[in-house]
């Protein structure tokens, strides 16, 4: 192939390839070639370095575009791809994104001896710092994610899963090998709080705002253990798993109401009562009751109960059975027969309300000293006559 010297043309008429390029120094095979209509490649050591192909593409590393991007380049085995050497003066480097054809700057990242910083416009957005920790809304974090919110803003938005909606926060071990508690909101939606690598649910608030503890229920039984205040600042409570205590808080200062396993029941302030005894609540009003004569038919008794030790003090009561017969009413239902280790089969085990009974037992006192008034009375003429 001729080579052709024009004072219009220059030269022309060799293509040369990359072993051996049309324009070239001393060293053979380094320097410029076309492969292809208009498109100028650029050899080193007889293989091809960087080309601009006919649309205009600088592509580095490559002999075709892969994207069809303005600048494409392939790092080789040893290095990067792009490096940018920070200036003298403070060590900063950036890469700027501009609008078309304008100086506007639209977003860039900044690199110094600070960290990276990520800019939209002119503004730090994020920032990486010197020690790793992540800073989004603030260029100075403190922790490994540091978010600060605008004002009115949402710090951090986590998403339902496309599933079932789910939102987690989970937590592991260093490794990330073990989770050790995580957060979750469902659809209800339930706040709910999981602690070990089996995501056991401990508490949850749920959508009405009631925070459970060791229950999913505002359902508080002997059979669905756990504790909860509800959302109008009510407090409840069950007994233990072992149910040796159950204990109800109530507001603020207002004391604790203990129910101990063995049956005795205590609290702050030793006393208990009616919720309301006001007589503007009260009708069918009647003082002419007499409770001497049922009174004297009960038969107290000491006892101890079979699921107590040998050891254990005995107590003092009444048997349902003996209350049934003289005050029927003051029977109730204490639970299922197999609740207190009977056979299903049973009868429901039966109680009495023995705190009805202190009025009864003023009303009889007063009976009897009504009695041992007259009595005396009476005495005491036969003593004068």
Do not use: H, W
Request: hydrophobic residues 35%; glycine residues 10%; charged residues 15%.
């Amino acid at each position: 192939m001729s080579l052709i010297l024009s004072g219009t043309d220059g030269l022309s008429d060799i293509d040369g390839t990359a072993a051996t390029p049309a324009i070239r120094g001393t060293d053979a095979n380094t320097g410029i070639f076309f492969p292809a209509a208009d498109t100028i490649a650029f050899s080193e050591g007889g293989a091809e370095a960087m080309r601009i192909d006919s649309t205009g593409r600088i592509l580095l590393g490559l002999s075709s575009a892969l994207q069809g991007d303005t600048l494409e380049v392939a790092a080789n085995s040893a290095s990067g791809a792009i490096s940018l050497f920070g200036r003298a003066s403070d060590n900063g480097s950036q890469l700027s994104f501009r609008s078309n054809g304008s100086s506007t700057q639209k977003a860039a990242l900044f690199a110094s001896n600070a960290g990276l910083d990520f800019q939209t416009g002119t503004t730090v957005r994020a920032t990486i710092d010197s020690s790793g920790n992540v800073g989004i809304g603030t260029a100075s974090p403190v922790t490994p994610l540091n978010v600060v919110s605008n004002s009115g803003a949402v710090g951090v938005q986590i998403n339902g899963r496309s599933s079932d909606g789910i939102g987690v926060l989970k937590f592991t071990n260093n490794a990330g090998s073990t989770e050790t508690a995580r957060l979750q909101v469902d659809t209800t939606p339930n706040l709910i709080f999981c602690t070990g690598n089996a995501n056991t649910e401990r508490m949850r608030i749920d959508s009405s705002g009631n925070l459970l503890v060791g229950t999913t229920s505002t359902t508080i039984n002997t059979t669905n253990f756990g504790a909860y205040v509800a959302q109008d600042g009510g407090i409840f409570a069950s007994r233990n798993q072992d149910g040796s205590v159950v204990t109800f808080y109530f507001g603020g200062n207002a004391g604790a109401f203990r129910l101990l396993g063995n049956g005795n029941a205590q609290n702050t302030n030793n006393s208990y009562g009616p919720i309301a005894s006001d007589p503007r609540l009260k009708e069918n009003i009647d003082y002419n009751v007499n409770y001497l004569e049922d009174l004297m038919r009960l038969r107290v008794c000491k006892f101890s109960y079979k699921t107590e030790s040998l050891d254990a003090p005995n107590q003092l009561g009444f048997l349902t059975n003996n209350v049934k017969e003289v005050f029927p009413k003051l029977i109730e239902i204490a639970g299922k027969a197999e609740d207190f280790g009977l056979s299903p089969n049973e009868p429901n085990v039966e109680t009495y309300k023995a705190s009805v009974m202190l009025p009864m037992a003023i009303r009889a006192i007063q009976e009897q000293q009504a009695l041992i008034t007259t009595l005396t009375a009476r005495i005491t003429a036969l003593e004068g006559a």
